[in-house]
């Protein structure tokens, strides 16, 4: 009969201590336990997957009952435990051992499974000291179960000892975490796991290179299961374990072309990096990966241009470097920023790869400042263009000053054009919105324009934001060319129902921006919060105080969100007004 061939995983699973892979911490606790002789009735071992909790927990059962334990403690430099050869170690490892119970909590999550647990832990144990209970995934055992544990766990008898394993700790009830000894097993760290995966690979015969056990690791995000099942699939979908082989496995591509792509973004050079993309065949690669993969980067070479070098080994640090001599510090912030303020939006739609492209060629478009004002290293070209445009400025600034008011009037006319048109869109508030702003200023260099919301309307930005692909084209129709629009949220206007045009309009209530209201007319916050809430009540947009409808109603300040917790929460779904309303006569 042909014996069983384990994967790599159950193969290599560490046998002793001493073949524990980045625990050590969790390992010297036990070790002093052990040579103390000190136990506690409960432990609990949490963390993330395939960092060695379960194997930990076995070496931990076996090391309790090795017959050699009596020679680690008095001589613990000298003696290993589990020696693995004695009795009790052998039936460990061939997984028969009488005083080794372990459940599998996922499929055992009853009452009375807990029931024969307790039942059984009162027998003394056969061939070792103790009657170890290893239960896995603990955290999916019911509620009901927990509670019909407390006790056992809390006082369990002399010869039983338990050992509760999870992913999710937080599942755990509090009532049991209580009773518990807690070792916290932390994600593997980079060197050991990847001299693991060396002394693996050198045992099993597999060709193999420095720069794939070094993707390898930083894919699998330090669990050893998880890189030794990957190893194993590029092993056997190629002759040898090198780069290529694993970032086709991945369908990821190589950290040289993302920088290729960030450097091209930045550089604002759309056309070299829609052929990058084509090239690259970006719809048949993971857009998630690319998207955090920039963001890694980009982090890396903000650190280098800080003098810092990354302390992770995520690319070739010569790449970063000269990575970061051709872009500024401002670029890097502007490109960070634009990836996090889209970051939610891309991980909701479907078409991923689609929505990289256009944040990226947006990117290329948008307005870049061409220096660092003294923070770092701008790029060559762009300083150069810096200079020839600044050359160009002084030869036609009498021009500029002549033309300049009636540019402005007619930037100013052109803003309202597009206005009007929001009223297109079928979406009231974001018409309202642009309704209520100032224009500011338009740079036709850098077709920059700069328009005034006030400060009480800055919990819409996210909204005005998520409805840019709506109304961007429409601001492009109006200034015939892709414009910029930088809206900032520093006015100081309020707010108010226009009662004229409510009566004009039956049923419509339209904004204007007018001066704070008198006193007399304001409802303080603070005299009756506890009536925040009546039938009838109208909602406003944050902080803004509002003329009542009727001469009854008086209106309510809810600007303090520290009082009006529950309406700052509906407003900030519910735009409207905030009014108490008393009985009619």
């Known amino acids: 009969m042909s014996s069983v061939v384990l994967n790599l995983s159950r193969k290599w699973r560490s046998q002793d201590f001493d073949h524990i892979v980045g625990q050590d911490l969790a390992v010297r606790i036990l070790k002093n336990s052990l040579y ?3 136990y506690f009735p409960v432990y609990l071992f949490a963390g993330q997957r395939g960092c060695g909790k379960t194997s930990t927990a076995r070496v931990f059962a076996a090391a309790v009952n090795c017959h050699a334990l009596t020679s680690f403690q008095k001589d613990p430099k000298n003696s290993s435990i589990p020696c693995l050869v004695c009795d009790s170690c052998v039936a460990m490892q061939d997984g028969n051992h009488p005083d080794f119970i372990e459940i599998d909590a996922a499929s055992h999550t009853g009452v009375d499974n807990i029931r024969s647990i307790i039942e059984s832990s009162s027998l003394l144990p056969i061939m070792g000291r103790k009657r170890v209970y290893l239960i896995d995934e603990a955290h999916m055992l019911s509620k009901a179960a927990f509670n019909a544990a407390l006790k056992i766990l809390e006082e369990p008898p002399a010869t039983a000892l338990f050992i509760l394993a999870t992913t999710n700790p937080h599942k755990i009830i509090d009532t049991v975490k209580s009773r518990c000894f807690q070792l916290f097993f932390t994600a593997i760290a980079h060197a050991p796991l990847k001299n693991h995966l060396q002394i693996i690979c050198k045992n099993e015969k597999i060709a193999y290179t420095d720069d794939a056990l070094d993707l390898i690791v930083r894919h699998t995000e330090g669990s050893a299961r998880d890189a030794l099942n990957l190893l194993e ?9 090198n780069k290529e082989a694993v970032l086709a496995l991945l369908g990821h591509i190589d950290d040289q072309q993302i920088m290729n ?3 091209l973004t930045l550089s ?15 719809d048949k690669h993971k857009a998630e990966f690319i998207w955090e993969r920039m963001i890694i980067l980009l982090r890396a070479l903000l650190w280098i241009k800080h003098g810092v070098r990354p302390h ?24 960070v920023e634009v990836l996090y303020a889209h970051e939610e939006l891309f991980l909701k739609t479907a078409l991923q790869n689609i929505f990289l492209e256009m944040v990226l060629l947006d990117l290329c478009s948008s307005d870049k400042k061409k220096t660092d004002n003294g923070n770092g290293s701008a790029p060559l070209s762009l300083g150069i263009a810096a200079n020839e445009s600044s050359n160009d400025a002084e030869g036609e600034d009498d021009e500029e000053d002549v033309d300049h008011e009636e540019e402005v009037l007619g930037y100013d006319q052109q803003w309202q054009q597009f206005v009007a048109k929001t009223e297109l869109v079928n979406d009231p508030l974001i018409h309202s919105l642009f309704k209520q702003s100032r224009y500011v200023s338009f740079t036709s260099e850098t077709k920059s324009l700069v328009v005034e919301l006030s400060k009480d309307f800055v919990l819409f930005k996210d909204r005005l934001d998520g409805s840019r692909l709506v109304w961007q084209p429409l601001l492009q129709e109006i200034f015939s060319s892709p414009v910029k629009l930088d809206i900032q949220f520093t006015g100081t206007q309020k707010i108010e129902i226009n009662k004229k045009q409510k009566s004009d309009a039956p049923g419509a209530e339209s904004v204007s921006r007018v001066q704070a209201l008198p006193k007399e007319k304001s409802f303080s916050p603070a005299a009756r919060p506890q009536e925040q809430f009546r039938a009838g009540v109208r909602y406003t947009p944050k902080s803004a105080v509002s003329v009542a409808i009727n001469k009854n109603d008086l209106p309510i300040d809810v600007s303090d969100q520290n009082i009006w917790k529950k309406a700052a929460l509906l407003l900030h779904h519910f735009p409207g007004t905030i009014t108490e309303i008393h009985k009619r006569p």
């Open 261 to 263: 792509i960030i450097q």
């Open 268 to 282: 604002g050079n759309s056309i070299e990096l829609v052929q990058l993309l084509q090239s690259l065949a970006i």
């Open 312 to 335: 992770e080994l995520i690319a070739s640090v010569k790449m970063l470097e000269e990575a970061a001599r051709a872009c500024s510090l401002t670029d890097l912030h502007r490109m």
């Open 233 to 241: 699939q590029v092993r056997f979908s190629s002759s040898a374990v």
């Open 36 to 38: 103390l002789g000190h």
